[in-house]
T-cell receptor, first 112, second 114 residues
């Protein structure tokens, strides 16, 4: 089955810095790549997603880039704020499977 | 419109006891999922139901059973709880089986097995 690796597991930044989280996947047939944010004690919620026919997508301070050749995709957060502190999960889906496979998560800490 | 509702939110069990986690969604979604979340392990799929009347195993199904009672409800049962099943359980749903995007999660159920 699909294998998704997410790095780093923990990321600590100063407010205003940029943060980048990277995921690699194994199934070349994967065609949907969402990112979820989970605040402490809360449920995961979708923040941005990208499909395989698009290389980059932006939504205000967050962006996702996809490199299908290298089989990796990344979440970019610019001008980080303390409320960005959370655990972020990448996921992949597609090909013969309609089951989302999640990475292990990145704990982002933004220091004021 | 409540979204995805899970009960109970907290539960403490003794080894060998049984219990059922309930999940209901009011978004007319076809697919429903049960995940468990453990520190450093991400979200691992236990079982899913692509549509009413069907269920399939996920990555970590051992020790669990599920029932898709109707389109709205998808329950997870632990027949004989073990300490290794101590975890936070999330139910999720979405409109279609795949490729259509967002998973909507419930608030989670924290289970402790002593």
């Amino acid at each position: 089955g699909e294998n998704v690796e997410q790095h780093p597991s923990t990321l600590s930044v100063q407010e205003g810095d940029s943060a980048v989280i990277k995921c690699t996947y194994s199934d070349s047939a994967s065609n949907y790549f969402p990112w979820y944010k989970q605040e402490l004690g809360k449920r995961p919620q979708l923040i941005i997603d990208i499909r395989s026919n698009v290389g980059e997508k932006k939504d205000q301070r967050i962006a996702v880039t996809l490199n299908k050749t290298a089989k990796h995709f990344s979440l970019h957060i610019t001008e980080t704020q303390p409320e960005d502190s959370a655990v972020y999960f990448c996921a992949t889906e597609g090909g013969g499977s309609y089951i989302p496979t999640f990475g292990r998560g990145t704990s982002l800490i933004v220091h004021p | 419109n409540a979204g995805v509702t899970q009960t109970p939110k907290f539960q403490v069990l003794k080894t060998g006891q049984s219990m059922t986690l309930q999940c209901a969604q009011d978004m007319n979604h076809n697919s429903m999922y049960w995940y468990r979340q453990d520190p450093g392990m991400g979200l691992r799929l236990i079982y899913y139901s692509a549509s009413e009347g069907t269920t399939d195993k996920g990555e970590v199904p051992n020790g669990y059973n599920v029932s898709r009672l109707n389109k709205r409800e998808f329950s997870l049962r632990l027949e004989s709880a073990a300490p290794s099943q101590t975890s936070v359980y999330f139910c999720a749903s979405r409109r279609d089986r795949g490729g259509s995007g967002e998973l909507f999660f419930g608030e989670g159920s924290r289970l402790t097995v002593l």
